[in-house]
Nanobody, 122 residues
Framework: QLALVESGGGLVQAGDSLRLSCATSGRTLLTYYTMGWFRQAPGKEREFVAAIETRAGNTAYADSVKGRFTASINSARNTVYLQMNSLKPEDTAVYYC??????????????WGQGTQVTVSS
């Protein structure tokens, strides 16, 4: 089974930036998948943040992060990134990456990583 490992979280102030990484095992990024970023804040359900197709590079973002967050891929390193700029306290959450077949519905995202904590202070 595919393994995903997130890193890069931390404690920052509002307005700061962070870059999260999601390292994958195997040949995932050489085939036709969509990598997704999700987050879960305390007491809330997990929500979609961003997604990027491994081949075409097409991206999608939640309205709450559009214009501030950018997903990207380094296929040579089998790593997906989430650049987060202009962070807000409401971005505080555990961030997860996941994978699904390209074109499949978001409910098919799986192989969840362990998550990385992002805390934004005001």
């Amino acid at each position: 089974q595919l393994a995903l490992v997130e890193s890069g979280g931390g404690l920052v102030q509002a307005g700061d930036s962070l870059r999260l990484s999601c390292a994958t095992s195997g040949r995932t990024l050489l085939t036709y998948y969509t990598m997704g970023w999700f987050r879960q804040a305390p007491g809330k359900e997990r929500e979609f943040v961003a997604a990027i197709e491994t081949r075409a590079g097409n991206t999608a973002y939640a309205d709450s992060v559009k214009g501030r967050f950018t997903a990207s891929i380094n296929s040579a390193r089998n790593t997906v990134y989430l650049q987060m700029n202009s962070l807000k306290p409401e971005d505080t959450a555990v961030y997860y990456c996941a994978v699904k077949r390209a074109g499949a519905p978001r409910t098919e995202f799986g192989s969840w990583g362990q998550g990385t904590q992002v805390t934004v202070s005001s």
